[in-house]
């Protein structure tokens, strides 16, 4: 765990170097709080790719409680404006694959070059090391080399994979690897779907099927539909976030590469725009690189010296 808090405090130095060290600079360079000092940050926040709508949001929230604590130092300023940011992020409502449902269904959705497959993989190994059984289902078949690559992380984790050939119809896939679930006694299922762009209608439409089959399996499933997301693209992923939310009904985010970008402001957005809560984190290229999300270790690593320590990523 400590090592994973470390590497996640690293992995967010593009966005804490570019941004939040500017938001800690100007607050500490002040001796009072004023509406000078205020629209500063939100100047700050808006170009550090938070966006215009979670900015306002922010320093609005932010002015109430100076407003109603009467907090009147910076350094006062600074611990609203960490907690206001994690305050930010929905609390997931239900648990990760701790429902009393067997298997526990996770449908994975996402386009292309997000790092869905890998995302997959990561999460299977996560409950692999809590002792559950895991079956992949390669749901993915237009995609070349998609049902592969899956197989090859299906391998080397030691899980079954339930596939059909290249062109198959993906729910057919997913029947059968429900099918296969249930008479193996399976904990836990993840389906892969396919990514093309999430401006094609017919991609939703193939989800929303597949969607449908599930629940004619286990009427309750799917018990989460998480969507991963490319940090790196920042504001652009609430867009493309949107079409996946209104047709298979998202309940939990992925972010990758949160390691590689000076975007990290915008999962601030993301979590304010769209009230889904993240929750996975995935950073480097290793399967260890992966933990679920806490919204004030987060915090933490944006401001690298926070005084929220009660918390931390769990990668357990």
């Known amino acids: 765990m400590a090592r994973f808090l470390e590497k996640f405090k690293q992995g ?3 966005t804490r170097t570019q941004v939040f060290d500017r938001l800690q600079h100007t607050i500490k360079a002040k001796r009072k709080i004023d509406d000078e000092l205020l629209d500063e940050l939100e100047e700050i926040l808006i170009s550090g790719d938070v966006g215009v709508d979670t900015a306002l949001a922010l320093i609005e929230r932010v002015k109430k409680r100076v407003k109603k604590e009467k907090y009147m130092d910076t350094e006062d300023l600074l611990r609203i404006l960490k907690s206001e940011f994690a305050s930010l992020f929905p609390r997931p409502s239900e648990a990760r694959a701790t429902s009393n449902s067997k298997p526990f269904v996770i449908l994975v959705v996402g386009v292309n070059g997000t790092g869905k497959t890998t995302s997959i993989a990561r999460l299977a190994h996560l409950y692999k090391k809590q002792g559950k059984q895991v079956l992949l289902a390669a749901a993915d078949t237009f995609r070349a080399a998609a049902i592969e690559q899956l197989q090859v992380w ?3 984790l030691g899980v079954e994979c339930i ?3 290249s062109g198959s119809d993906p729910s057919a896939v997913v029947f059968d690897a429900l099918q296969a679930a249930r008479a193996r006694g399976t904990d836990v299922v993840i389906i892969d779907t396919a990514g093309r762009l999430h401006t094609k209608v017919n991609l939703m439409e193939e989800l929303k099927k597949i969607r449908r089959v599930i629940q004619k399996v286990i009427p309750d499933a799917p018990h989460q539909v998480l969507l991963v997301l490319d940090a790196t693209i920042g504001q652009n992923s609430i867009s493309q976030a949107r079409q996946f939310l209104e047709a298979v009904g998202v309940n939990g985010i992925v972010l990758t590469k949160l390691d590689g970008t000076a975007k990290g402001g915008a999962v601030l957005g993301i979590a304010h ?5 993240v929750l996975y984190v995935g950073l480097g290229e290793g399967l260890e690189d992966f933990a679920e999300f806490d919204p004030e270790s987060f915090v ?5 010296d926070s005084s929220l320590h009660e918390n931390r990523v769990n990668a357990s």
């Open 12 to 14: 967010l130095q593009k």
């Open 154 to 156: 299906a391998d080397r």
């Open 163 to 165: 596939k059909h050939k």
């Open 273 to 277: 725009q769209l009230k889904v809560p």
């Open 300 to 304: 933490e690593g944006l401001f690298a």
